[in-house]
């Protein structure tokens, strides 16, 4: 099977990855939810970070039993990268230019180098903070918008991820006058087996 894009092939063959758990039985235990952290520094240079956030402790596609990670909320932080600990409780984060500039994240299912459309089937989430500059001065930063163009909260299960890393990536378009940016990332998780509905879910979305 060929690697889709971003260069990485899925991780099993999902027409066989079906048939192992196709005799599984249709109710499995879940988990309590638990919480994964990331994350990565966005330069104001405008080049794009990713960050790899390995998931072997918790996804095992075996040849019996195989355990699946569902994600069902993110929460996302911008921070300014210049202040020792990443975290400031005035965020100044701020455009002094009428054009602005953007602070965007993404998590996807494979490797990126740059960021990706919708489109994309490695998509899991994206978005980011804009910043608007006065369009009458250079002085100042005008105001700020937080916007998530899709996350698993959007959808009625949360999203189902069957691979061994997801990939944080942030990338600063624009101007932010304020410099470098931190950006962290929080996943509420659950475990559950795999079921054959489940392995067919993963494999209608190409993961």
């Given at each position: ?131 608007y500059g006065d369009p009458n001065t250079t002085a100042y930063g005008v105001s700020q918008s937080h916007d998530l163009d899709v996350g698993p909260q959007s959808f009625t299960q949360g999203m189902l991820i069957g691979v061994d890393s997801l990939f944080f990536g942030t990338e600063i378009g624009g101007t932010v006058s304020s ?29």
């Amino acid at each position: 099977m060929a690697p889709d894009r971003g260069g990485r092939a899925p991780l099993l063959g999902l027409g066989m990855f079906i048939g192992e758990v196709a005799g599984t039985p249709a109710h499995m235990a879940k988990s309590d939810s638990f919480f994964i952290r990331a994350i990565s520094d966005a330069a104001s240079g405008g080049a794009y970070a990713q960050e790899e956030i390995d998931l072997g402790s918790f996804v095992n596609l075996g040849v019996k039993n195989s355990t699946l990670l569902r994600i069902h909320n993110i929460a996302v932080q911008y921070a300014d990268g210049s202040i020792a600990g990443g975290v400031s409780p005035e965020l100044p984060l701020h455009s002094a230019v009428a054009g602005g500039g953007k602070i965007a994240f993404q998590l996807t299912t494979q490797s990126q180098t740059s960021m990706v459309p919708l489109s994309d089937k490695s998509v899991v989430a994206s978005g980011g903070l804009m910043l608007y500059g006065d369009p009458n001065t250079t002085a100042y930063g005008v105001s700020q918008s937080h916007d998530l163009d899709v996350g698993p909260q959007s959808f009625t299960q949360g999203m189902l991820i069957g691979v061994d890393s997801l990939f944080f990536g942030t990338e600063i378009g624009g101007t932010v006058s304020s410099g470098d940016a931190v950006v962290a990332i929080m996943l509420e998780c659950t475990l559950e087996n795999a079921t054959q509905a489940s392995a067919t879910a993963l494999a209608l979305s190409q993961q």
